[in-house]
Nanobody
């Protein structure tokens, strides 16, 4: 079993930045893919960014050029640097983790990001 604990959410003004962190613990040896999803009430959950232990990344078109995902393999921690935030980025952000074939095995509890003036 793997536990994912997110941190770093909060309130920020449009144009500002936040960095989310997600620390994995437990049986992390098979944890080869980590990522971030987001969801607002009444909306479908959507992929924000994903990264493999080898450093291969993928992003939603809506965040390309603004968000950067990175992973510290030694710490089993994934980060999401969010720059030039806009109100549409307001959501609950969930950390995910899993294997290459099952990347969404594990989910964190979510952290709220609110972009508002």
């Amino acid at each position: 079993q793997v536990q994912l604990v997110e941190s770093g959410g909060g309130l920020v003004q449009p144009g500002g930045s936040l960095r989310l962190s997600c620390a994995a613990s437990g049986s992390t040896s098979g944890l080869n893919v980590m990522g971030w999803y987001r969801q607002a009430p009444g909306k479908q959950r959507e992929l924000v960014a994903r990264i493999t232990r080898g450093g291969v990344t993928g992003y939603a078109d809506s965040v390309k050029g603004r968000f950067t995902i990175s992973m510290d393999n030694a710490k089993n921690t994934v980060y999401l640097q969010m720059n030039r935030l806009i109100p549409l980025d307001t959501d609950v952000y969930y950390c995910t983790g899993g294997s290459i074939v099952r990347p969404l095995l594990y989910w964190g509890q979510g952290t709220q990001v609110t972009v508002s003036s």
